[in-house]
């Protein structure tokens, strides 16, 4: 019998657990829930501290949107720490900004030295006080995961008015608690985790990669910039090799942006055929994986690439 550990849907693509499709064959259920087990380092899923959801698509190729038919979800529609991932919905709360014409991506703003925080990024080790262009910030934000450059974005957008962004497209699991690598002392409390699920995060990248977000222009721009990604984790089980993407010999490419904390791995995007064939459209993410190390071979990481490989094979074999 098919199975599907996963809630209503709420996303504005309107792929819920309900829609045909989104039960899970139980072979591929049963594996998810190996890998479940796996990224907790557990055989027993009554001890297991860790959690796995996967929310995958094929894309029409008449539309562009994502194809309930064609789709597999699990634990979909739960909230998991954001890590990174929640870059995706600053950048289009700028990409708005620009659209209505209130910003322009040439516009400059100041990294000073109070805007350098730790972790992913390389602004973090310039000079301080230098002048980059909003394109520039939002290219680093992405595919270095730059958090200096976030957070010089966050300031200028504003945590209230990206959330307003997730809000009116319905990422109703999907909430900014604020800028990256600020320390409680700073916050006045233990700093929250930003949250999203599965479920928005495929939301977005299909609904980017239709066309329905953004105008063409901005909506290239973002495609641009995914295609660019330094850090994923959605091939890794699957042989990508970025160089060849970059040097144009390889079938296909992933336009993705990943995230990571401790004992967090995240990663969504497009798996894209660089001949216009199908597309796919893949979110994995985890919480709770004792593998705390920031390591090639994290445990979390590879349950990613795992997870991916597994949906690939199904929806794009």
């Not at 993407?245 to 497009?270: C, F, H, M, Q």
Request: proline share 6%; hydrophobic share 45%; aromatic share 6%.
């Amino acid at each position: 019998m098919p199975l599907s550990p996963d809630g209503p849907g709420d996303g504005a693509a309107g792929l819920s657990a309900a829609s045909p499709g989104l039960a899970l064959p139980s072979d591929l259920a049963a594996e998810f829930a190996r890998l479940e087990l796996m990224l907790g380092a557990t055989d027993s899923p009554a001890t297991n501290p860790a959690r796995l959801g996967v929310k995958a698509a094929r894309l029409s190729p008449v539309t562009g949107a994502a194809a309930a038919s064609n789709s597999f979800a699990w634990r979909a529609h739960e909230q998991f720490p954001a890590a990174s991932t929640i870059k995706v919905y600053v950048l289009q709360a700028l990409m708005e900004r620009v659209a209505a014409g209130e910003m322009s991506l040439d516009s400059e703003l100041t990294v000073n030295a109070v805007d350098m925080v730790t972790g992913s990024g390389v602004l973090k080790a310039l000079t301080p006080g230098r002048r980059y262009p909003l394109l520039d910030l939002a290219t680093l934000m992405i595919v270095v995961s730059d958090n200096t450059a976030t957070n010089v974005l966050i300031d200028a957008l504003g945590v209230e008015q990206v959330n307003d962004s997730v809000l009116e497209h319905g990422w109703r699991a999907t909430h900014l608690s604020g800028k990256l690598q600020v320390s409680a002392a700073e916050r006045d409390s233990r700093p929250a985790p930003s949250l999203t699920s599965p479920a928005d995060l495929l939301d977005y990248f299909a609904r980017l990669w239709a066309g329905e977000l953004l105008p063409p222009n901005l909506t290239e721009a973002c495609q641009r910039i995914y295609r660019q990604q330094q850090y994923s984790e959605l091939g890794r089980a699957l042989g990508h090799d970025p160089y060849s993407v970059e040097v144009g010999v390889a079938p296909w490419r992933i336009a993705s942006k990943s995230g990571s904390l401790r004992g967090v791995r995240n990663d969504a995007g497009v798996f894209e055929t660089v001949d216009g064939g199908p597309e796919l459209v893949v979110a994995v993410m985890t919480k709770g994986c004792p593998d705390e190390r920031f390591h090639a071979e994290n445990l979390g990481a590879r349950v990613v690439g795992l997870a991916a490989a597994e949906v690939h094979a199904r929806l794009m074999g």
